[in-house]
């Protein structure tokens, strides 16, 4: 099994900045893919920055230039850096993880709680 645990988020200004931090724990063997995705109320959750395994990374088209991921892979752990945030970035923000599992090769996908962005004056 595999915990996921997001941190960061919050309020911000418009032209603001904010962290996001995901670390993933457990019984890890190999993580296919992690990153964000984000669901605004009324809306379809929607990829917003993902990293695969070989560093391979994709963006929301709508953030590309304000929002960076990176990762620090002993610690299972990746981050999004959001700047110029636009009040459009409201939204709640899952963590997700894509695993496959050292004993049965079965790849799940893992989600965090979530955690709350919202960019108001």
């Known amino acids: 099994q595999v915990q996921v645990v997001e941190s960061g988020g919050g309020l911000a200004q418009p032209g603001g900045s904010l962290r996001l931090s995901c670390a993933a724990s457990?019984?890890?063997?190999?993580?296919?893919?992690m990153g964000w995705y984000r669901q605004a109320p009324g809306k379809q959750r929607e990829l917003v920055a993902v990293?695969?395994?070989?560093?391979?990374?994709s963006y929301l088209e709508s953030v590309k230039g304000r929002f960076t991921i990176s990762r620090d892979r002993p610690k299972s752990t990746v981050y999004l850096q959001m700047n110029n945030l636009e009040p459009g970035d409201t939204a709640v923000y899952y963590c997700?993880?894509?695993?496959?599992?050292?004993?049965?090769?079965?790849?799940?996908?893992?989600w965090g709680q979530g955690t709350q962005v919202t960019v108001s004056s």
């Open positions: 997700h993880v894509d695993h496959t599992d050292e004993k049965t090769w079965v790849r799940t996908v893992y």
């Open positions: 457990g019984r890890i063997f190999s993580i296919n893919v």
């Open positions: 990293i695969t395994r070989s560093g391979d990374i």
